[in-house]
């Protein structure tokens, strides 16, 4: 017999990932092999002392296990068993595979600690200010012609912006006023054709360019996609790939780094709208890196704010004026108080350090009940304040923009998966975004009802066809015990339906609130309903708590008896 590998089988390195490390690549039953049944323990042939050691690990642990049938033959490449699924040809039992084994012991796992970054734009950033725009088309379509099929792309650069796509609608739309009218909101009202002036917030709601280059949509596209088609046999707009995250590290179910990042760029903008710190400009960004520990569940736990980076737009240090920056031109009330000067370069450093960074900290909710502000320590955080001096040019007269160019802000910051596709301008029977939307609707529900700490959801679509083609559920390792990733994947099933005409229905998506999703990022934001338009509504969780109470083979039963009702809006 092979010699045994005795390191894989120590109690300190018995866990999940272990054993399914030591499967066959190509093995296409990793799930259904630790989604186990409880039977006990089995007498069999067992090489070395395998089976006192997993006796061993499963006493410290206080946890059942299961076990893997298969060969006990040497094999080639020098793993010492050949591991299959259960067969009755050779029902020698091989090797120990734990149900959801880490033992208390396995410190290693328990203390890992890794950093992560995420990072956000204002919306006064150029490629923020395309969304906002093509949102703002969108919305004024939807407002008209609720079905409307609008995919509309903006462009800027210095003071031009354009305005290009494809746009199916009743609606007769002025996309001039469209564009300044945006403009204007988010705080572009001055620009001098010069890099050296300190007078130019870099574009001007008022003598801007604006270019439209707008169709209607493709009649091609339009026949396979929507035309003659009931509503839930609506397909897909295109193919593509989309996906969904959600973590319990905060009470919105979202990474703490990218909620950072967000709010305080939220944050800045509001400062400078409300007269606060009124010499700051719409151009920014922010940058948010966290310490994190690995639990042993599958989640991730952030222990400390290891990095903020602000780099803001603003006024002339000691020399604007704010009656001059506050001069009505945009949608601030011109100022008419005593007179005041910005404050010089390090005085504007220590007041976004309190009057951003310090309540964005104190607005956010851990899964603890704490504020993020517990995890701050100003002493030890590495703190960067426009760390390249003087920010004064911004918007579109310091970089192009471009719709589309923020995915992943838009999203997640970096955590979970993106399948490559931006939102804004978009209407919901471009899965794009309704289906993400969807994807986040999924994993928030799966992770607020508690069937799991983490959840990452992914859907694929083709052109043409309603049902999707797919659906992945991950949960990290994290979901409540009972239940399996295939078990929870049946929940969604069961509860959800992601044709692009249900998801319409369902989150109302045929309604004009998409401009407010332009900017600080599409997730994590409070669902509300204002004048009967839902808005967020992707952030209200579908209650899955019945199925906490369930495990998975009551959940196998239970999706095998609506079989029927699941393959109206799912793929077998």
Known sequence: MATEKKKMYTPEAVDVRSFRALLPKGHSSHSTLFETYRVGILKGKIPGNVLERAVSVASQGGIQFSF??????????????VRRSPSSISPTLVIAAFFRILPTNNAKMVNRTFLFSSESVNEGHPDKLCDQVSDAVLDACLKVDPMAKVACETATKDNMVMVFGEISTVAQLDYEKIVRDQVREIGFTSF???????????????????????????????????VGKDDMDVGAGDQGIMFGYASDETDCCMPLTHLLANKL??????????????????????QVTIAYEQQPDGSVVPTSVHTVLISTQHAEPGKAKRSVEEDGTDNRPKYTGEEQVAPTMAEMNELIHDEVIVKTLESIVLKNGKTALSLYDRATCHVHLNPSGKFIIGGPQGDAGLTGRKIIIDTYGGWGAHGGGAFSGKDPTKVDRSAAYACR??????????????????????????KPLSLFVETYGSEKAGLTPQAITDVVKLEFDCRPGALARDLQLREPKYNRTAAYCHFGREASDEDGIKFFSWEAPVDLKKYAEMDAAAVEKLAGESKEAILKKWVD
């Open 441 to 466: 609707w999924m994993a928030k529900s799966i992770v607020d009802s508690g069937l799991a700490k983490r959840a990452l959801v992914q859907l694929s679509y083709a052109i043409g066809v309603a």
């Open 192 to 226: 001098v054709d010069d890099l050296s002036s300190v007078d130019s917030k870099g574009l001007s709601a008022d003598s801007c360019e604006v270019l439209v280059r707008i169709n209607k949509q493709s009649p091609d596209i339009a026949g396979g996609v929507h």
């Open 265 to 286: 760029g939220k944050q800045l903008t509001d400062v400078r709208k409300d007269g606060t710190l009124w010499w700051l400009r719409p151009d920014g960004k922010t």
């Open 68 to 81: 893997v049938f298969g060969s006990n033959e040497p094999n080639t490449n020098d793993d010492p068993f």
